[in-house]
């Protein structure tokens, strides 16, 4: 098995080499560093008011106040991790090493709010790809991609190993490992530096189950039905990491997707799950997915257009409605071998919440025709007028 180190090392050469780069990585660096007095200030404010409030009411209010010392706690404990998880960052990139006197002056007293929100972010996906409690959401968003593969690529007519799978915006990693966990040749990829950091450390610094335990709804202070649920421990890895297979093919690259894979005809299988909204121009991405899978190659894709460019200030963005992503996939000469609408699913939920969240995505097969067809107005589709649910 290749390591993730030289995997992370290889790509990041070309990618962070700018001035501008190396402020965003130290920006990202900052953020986690930040995120144990933005959060404390944030319960501070709270006991600040409580302190304000009549003498009868702070004394009917005497369990919540010592909730909120266990929220504290919980942010000391989540800030543990982020310094396991930030710990010699700056060497997952060759280029990318500044000192720790740089690294303090780069700081920005008043961190970015956005960023803040990535970092819990960053925490609450621990618990979706690498705990106990995420095995509902993987099951849901992660397996029907896994079975489709073996489906597609069983053993008994072809060697796993021979098989190339991408899976871009992978996140912690997790569903490009159970890919390579079952013979696959699996490569994942990652744009954000929040996401890399994250899986860098379960990829490479865990080992054992279990090991390590995080707070990840601590900042949810609303819709909690019990004190305990917002200070709820969860524990992860709930699988070692590094039991792979030993020829095991899986490795990590980081970089924008469309920098990145460049080259025609490569790839046996593009597994995208909660990606394809990633973009500004979601076009580009159906695109770029045609041009590098192999002729008679499939991409898999469940998720939802949440589009997260759109409404943002200093980006551009594109919204179509998956009725036109579906015209565009066809466009581009895809034919859908399997569609299916309104398919539930959930991403980094907290079960226990009063207020839930859950997407109707939309699953989708599509191959590449072996031999491209002469004409556009020819090609085939599942159903070229019309969405199949």
């Known amino acids: 098995m290749e390591t993730m180190d030289?995997?992370?090392?290889?790509?990041?050469?070309?990618?962070?080499?700018?001035?501008?780069?190396r402020k965003h990585f130290q920006r990202i660096v900052s953020a986690f560093k930040y995120y144990k007095p933005h959060s404390l200030q944030r319960v501070k404010k709270t006991?600040?008011?409580?302190?304000?409030?009549?003498?009868?009411?702070?004394?009917?209010?005497?369990?919540?106040?010592?909730?909120?010392q266990d929220?504290?706690?919980?942010?000391?404990?989540?800030?543990?991790?982020?310094?396991?998880?930030?710990?010699?960052?700056?060497?997952?990139?060759?280029?990318?090493?500044?000192?720790?006197?740089?690294n303090e002056s780069t700081l920005n007293p008043r961190p970015v709010l956005a960023d803040q929100e990535k970092v819990q972010a960053t925490i609450k996906q621990l618990v979706r790809d690498w705990s106990v409690e995420g095995t509902d959401e993987r099951n849901a968003?992660?397996?029907?991609?896994?079975?489709?593969?073996?489906?597609?690529?069983?053993?008994?007519?072809?060697?796993?190993?021979?098989?190339?799978?991408?899976?871009?915006?992978?996140?912690?990693?997790?569903?490009?490992?159970?890919?390579?966990?079952?013979?696959?040749?699996?490569?994942?990829?990652?744009?954000?530096?929040?996401?890399?950091?994250?899986?860098?450390?379960?990829?490479?610094?865990?080992?054992?189950?279990?090991?390590?335990?995080?707070?990840?709804?601590?900042?949810?202070?609303?819709?909690?039905?019990?004190?305990?649920?917002?200070?709820?421990?969860?524990?992860?890895?709930?699988?070692?990491?590094?039991?792979?297979p030993e020829n095991a093919q899986f490795s990590m690259t980081a970089g924008d997707?469309?920098?990145?894979?460049?080259?025609?005809?490569?790839?046996?299988?593009?597994?995208?799950?909660?990606?394809i909204d990633c973009a500004n121009n979601v076009v580009q991405f159906i695109e770029t997915i045609y041009k590098i899978l192999k002729?008679?190659?499939?991409?898999?894709?469940?998720?939802?257009l949440l589009y997260h460019f759109s409404d943002m200030p200093s980006e551009d963005s594109i919204?179509?409605?998956y009725e036109v992503v579906r015209q565009v996939i066809l466009g581009f000469g895809f034919q859908i071998e399997t569609e299916e609408t309104r398919v539930k699913t959930r991403y980094a939920q907290n079960i226990n919440s009063m207020l839930q969240c859950e997407y109707n995505s939309v699953y989708f097969v599509c191959r590449k025709p072996r031999r491209q067809t002469s004409s556009p107005d020819h090609r085939n589709g599942a159903d070229g007028n019309g969405i199949q649910e």
């Open 295 to 304: 002729p008679g190659g499939v991409w898999i894709n469940l998720g939802p």
């Open 71 to 102: 929220v504290k706690m919980c942010i000391e404990n989540n800030d543990e991790i982020i310094k396991l998880i930030i710990k010699d960052v700056s060497h997952i990139f060759e280029n990318v090493n500044p000192s720790s006197e740089q």
């Open 141 to 244: 968003c992660y397996q029907p991609i896994i079975d489709e593969i073996i489906q597609l690529f069983p053993d008994d007519i072809c060697t796993p190993a021979e098989i190339q799978v991408l899976v871009p915006g992978a996140g912690l990693g997790r569903l490009a490992y159970e890919i390579a966990k079952r013979g696959y040749t699996c490569q994942g990829n990652e744009f954000s530096l929040f996401m890399l950091f994250a899986s860098h450390f379960v990829l490479n610094k865990c080992r054992g189950v279990n090991s390590y335990k995080v707070h990840p709804w601590v900042h949810q202070y609303m819709n909690n039905l019990e004190a305990g649920h917002q200070t709820q421990a969860i524990f992860f890895p709930d699988v070692n990491p590094s039991d792979l």
């Open 319 to 321: 919204e179509p409605s």
């Open 47 to 68: 006991e600040s008011y409580l302190l304000s409030l009549p003498t009868h009411h702070q004394k009917l209010l005497t369990k919540y106040r010592e909730h909120l």
């Open 6 to 21: 030289d995997v992370y090392t290889k790509k990041m050469q070309n990618t962070y080499e700018d001035e501008e780069e």
């Open 257 to 275: 997707f469309l920098e990145v894979y460049t080259d025609d005809n490569h790839w046996d299988c593009v597994a995208t799950c909660f990606f």
